[in-house]
């Protein structure tokens, strides 16, 4: 088998080299979740604040797809680092089956769920509670592709070919961002079906995304070689889940803990679920630095866990945390001086000034914070101890928020409620720097 270049291109130009084509790939698809709410904005602030409730259980769906991601890329990374292609091909297989699970799971827990889910986060608004169950039930119920873009994008990831990525997503954000406009408003002779078309502008997308993650592993990752088949190599499917379930968990513990922040926040009013919501949105665009190279950092250290570098491994995670936070100073800068400027995107009335300004800068505090945790997150990941990383996770975007945000609550101010995000992510970094240090260094004692 060829040597592949996560083992030799000198780790400073590595990191960044993978994780650049992923930084512009996220980009690309949180600014089409952006103009998402930029056009739903324009519907009505209770549209707005009806796909913002929607994010936690939309979180869950993607968790699936997310805990087989993780799992994929670090499964089949280990295997291409020890020259294994059986188990490269069985992993793929199983990659592919598991998707096919997830989607049908999303479907059950959408017929169960989502009506239930809106009319006790709505407030007792029915029009948010109306707006909210025609676009999570489509997302839901049309999940196919999302789950199988997950799995197509990981090969690309997992093969150290991370540059054919954005041809995938941006195949899913272009179709999304034609769509979007004409379905939610009408053009063109359709009628105008406000949050229903842009959920159905999102899963046409994810679809187009999928099929072309498909046909470009085909014909440009030979590497990986895939099939769909109901009876997959059970060992890989059990590998997969061992190492993705742990992010599958903390995203859906996340998810909970997100709808439970949504209940804190709509007591002060439900323009403060609104400004939550963009703000969410905003930090999916500016944090796309650590996430690119988080992304990228996973294949390389497992791969060189694979090849048994320890030294590449150890210089991965210093680069990393000197380029995510290098990249991030940038919009951080912008959210500090200008943060109303970018809440005017959003058609932002005076109510929703108020709130979002100093929520903006705020939590622009608590995603610089973020990037020490993150990266040993992937690190630890890329080592297969899903459970560590899971530690971090949990602890950090979970846990400690919604406790700091229980207590900080009777205080009776709005924005101490976004300053609990800020102290959790002070108390994550010794907790992961420990983690790595008792586990990781551990794990590459060769």
Request: overall charge positive; hydrophobic content about 50%.
């Amino acid at each position: 088998m060829e040597e592949n270049k996560m083992g030799t291109v000198p780790v400073s130009r590595l990191v960044i080299s993978m994780g650049l084509p992923l930084m512009l790939s996220l980009l690309i698809s949180s600014l089409y979740n952006f103009v998402d709410s930029v056009f739903v904005a324009r519907v009505s602030e209770d549209a707005l604040t009806a796909i913002s409730l929607a994010a936690p259980m939309q979180l869950i769906v993607s968790s699936l797809g997310l805990g087989n991601a993780v799992g994929l890329n670090a499964v089949i990374s280990r295997a291409l680092g020890e020259k294994n292609p059986k188990k490269v091909k069985d992993a793929a297989s199983a990659a592919i089956f598991i998707a096919f699970c997830s989607w049908i799971l999303n479907c059950i827990l959408c017929l169960a769920f989502a009506r239930i889910y809106f009319e006790s986060q709505s407030g007792g608004n029915e029009a948010i509670a109306s707006y909210g169950i025609q676009y999570l039930s489509i997302c839901m119920l049309a999940s196919f592709g999302q789950m199988g873009q997950w799995v197509f994008d990981r090969f690309v990831m997992a093969s150290g070919k991370s540059h054919l990525f954005i041809f995938t997503l941006s195949a899913a954000s272009l179709t999304n961002l034609i769509l979007d406009p004409i379905f939610i408003f009408g053009w063109f002779g359709l009628p105008r079906m406000e949050t229903a078309g842009a959920a159905l502008a999102t899963v046409i997308g994810q679809f187009m995304g999928c099929l072309a993650g498909m046909l470009i592993n085909k014909k440009w990752n030979p590497e990986i070689p895939f099939a769909f088949t109901l009876k997959p190599d059970w060992e890989s499917v059990r590998e997969i889940i061992q190492v993705g379930f742990p992010s599958t968990l903390v995203q859906i513990f996340t998810s909970v803990v997100n709808m439970a922040m949504n209940a804190i926040v709509i007591t002060f009013s439900s323009t403060a679920v609104a400004a939550f919501g963009i703000c969410t949105k905003i930090q999916n665009i500016t944090t796309v630095g650590v996430h690119g190279i988080t992304n990228g950092l996973i294949p390389i250290v497992a791969y060189n866990y694979g090849a048994k570098q320890k030294e590449r491994i150890r210089q991965s995670i210093r680069y990393g945390i000197l380029y995510g936070g290098g990249l991030f100073l940038i919009f951080f800068a912008v959210l500090e001086s200008c943060p109303g400027f970018v809440l005017k995107l959003f058609d932002a009335s005076d109510n929703l000034m108020n709130i979002g300004v100093p929520a903006l800068r705020i939590l622009a505090v608590a995603y610089l914070l973020s990037i020490p945790g993150l990266i040993y997150q992937a690190s630890l990941q890329g080592l297969s101890l899903g459970k560590e990383s899971m530690y971090i996770s949990m602890t950090r975007q979970a846990i400690l928020p919604l406790v700091f945000a229980f207590i900080l609550k009777w205080f009776g101010n709005l924005n101490l409620i976004w300053v609990s995000f800020v102290l959790a992510e002070l108390c994550g970094i010794p907790l992961a720097m420990m983690l790595w240090k008792r586990k990781g260094e551990k794990q590459i004692q060769f």
